[in-house]
């Protein structure tokens, strides 16, 4: 019997994505809502505390300035910053996407082939060991000041949790999955296809999640060695000129991308792994 027209393709699904019970609509939108609104709370007493602290400290603005000057320094340059916020969110994005790719075939190559994994296992391990800070001037000196390095940097920031997270997937499946798949004679590649990858979704969307907060990282280290613009270009420039505030204007654009990437990962590994419950 074909493992594809078989009973182990139903199987293997059901089993890989059981079904949970339906709640109410509105449930999650409200759980989301509520996550938000504590999100602006928190932001908002920060903000105030940070107000008063350079009130009452009475702290130099070129130390610590006021939110209110922050807020005047984007309004006064807003295109300007923009501009090189693009250049970072490219950046991040093409590393991200590229990460994630990379991770995820290099995992399923792993598992694939134990030659294999034996002699990548540790070049990945040396890819995460190493100091982003020490591999950046490389990057910038072999493929210079423009996008690709910043897009190589932020992949190998990205590149050892998406694999190692996926890689561990593939190998913890259900052991009831690999009887099945031993009683139908299932090929490697129709375990791997049919039961291996979906029951390894959710520590994938684990690993999807981790990789977007550190994409920008990636990027903003890359720009930090080298660049002809982006954020980290700012930041630097802002601190040689003792511009605080633009510095700061900067940080609070980087947060917002973080920020929005975080959630847009979120929302995409929800609908990846839609069958698994959360709290």
Do not use: C
Not at 199 to 226: D, K, T, Y
């Amino acid at each position: 019997m074909s493992i594809a027209s078989g009973p182990l393709g139903p199987l293997s699904r059901s089993a890989a994505a059981p079904a949970v019970a339906s709640r109410p609509r509105g449930f999650l939108p409200s759980a989301r809502w509520k996550d938000l609104a504590g999100g602006l709370v928190t932001a908002a007493i920060l903000v105030l505390a940070w107000d008063l602290l350079v009130r009452l400290a009475e702290i130099p603005p070129y130390m610590l300035p006021r939110p209110w000057a922050v807020v005047e320094a984007f309004a006064r340059q807003p295109s300007f910053l923009l501009y090189h916020a693009s250049l970072t969110l490219t950046e991040t994005l093409l590393g991200f996407v590229f990460g994630v790719a990379a991770g995820m075939l290099v995992a399923l190559v792993m598992w694939l082939s134990p030659l294999v994994r034996r002699g990548l296992l540790p070049v990945v391990l040396v890819t995460q060991a190493l100091p982003v800070f020490a591999i950046a001037p490389i990057l910038v000196l072999w493929l210079g000041f423009g996008l690709a390095s910043k897009i190589v940097m932020a992949v190998l920031v990205i590149f050892f949790a998406v694999t190692s997270s996926f890689f561990d997937g593939l190998r913890r499946m259900d052991p009831g999955l690999a009887d099945l798949s031993r009683l139908y004679r299932a090929t490697r590649w129709q375990e791997m296809t049919l039961l291996r990858i979906p029951s390894a979704m959710p520590a994938l969307a684990s690993g999807i999640r981790i990789a977007a907060v550190f994409a920008p990282i990636g990027a903003v280290v890359g720009e930090w060695v080298g660049a002809k613009g982006g954020l980290a270009f700012i930041m630097l420039q802002s601190n040689a000129r003792m511009q605080t505030d633009v510095m700061f204007a900067a940080l609070f654009l980087l947060a917002t991308m973080v920020l929005t990437l975080r959630f847009a990962a979120d929302r995409l590994t929800r609908r990846l792994v839609s069958w698994q419950p959360e709290d």
